[in-house]
């Protein structure tokens, strides 16, 4: 699991990204208000998004070596395109990482009292916290 700690507070807010007391390797990152759509999202250079539905035909819990399959395959398919990185400050992008959302404006100014939900991912793993600007 990721954890999002706010370092600073306001209308600029930062935060400090981390799993295990270490830098993640970040694949998405956004801010939103409730479920609305997000107000700003960064996303690797170069990643392109697209999904995949089925039907599967049994269902059961999952075993401990799918479970590792699966993270392996996650770490082959989207580890390279993962950014290592600490902390990120609204309305910048790290290094390796470019503002999704919205595409070609600055990112949106956060209001005074409103609260929002971060929320980040690496390949196998994700965090969410809400913070009030």
């Not at 590792?68 to 290094?95: C, F, I, N, R």
């Given at each position: 699991m990721l954890e999002i700690e706010v370092t600073e507070r306001g209308l600029v807010p930062h935060f400090r990204v981390t799993r295990d007391r270490k830098p993640v390797r970040l694949l998405v990152f956004m801010i939103q208000v409730g479920s609305e759509e997000p107000l700003w999202v960064l996303a690797p250079v170069g990643m392109v998004?697209?999904?995949?539905?089925?039907?599967?035909?049994?269902?059961?819990?999952?075993?401990?070596?799918?479970?590792?399959?699966?993270?392996?395959?996650?770490?082959?398919?989207?580890?390279?395109?993962?950014?290592?990185?600490?902390?990120?400050?609204?309305?910048?992008?790290?290094?390796?990482?470019?503002?999704?959302?919205?595409?070609?404006?600055?990112?949106?100014?956060?209001?005074?009292g409103q609260r929002y939900l971060v929320f980040a991912a690496e390949p196998f793993a994700t965090g969410s916290a809400e913070f009030t600007a």
């Open positions: 998004a697209t999904m995949t539905t089925g039907i599967t035909d049994e269902e059961h819990e999952a075993t401990s070596q799918e479970l590792q399959d699966l993270e392996k395959s996650a770490d082959t398919e989207l580890g390279h395109l993962t950014s290592e990185v600490l902390d990120v400050v609204y309305g910048s992008a790290p290094q390796g990482l470019h503002q999704a959302v919205p595409e070609g404006y600055p990112a949106p100014a956060l209001r005074p």
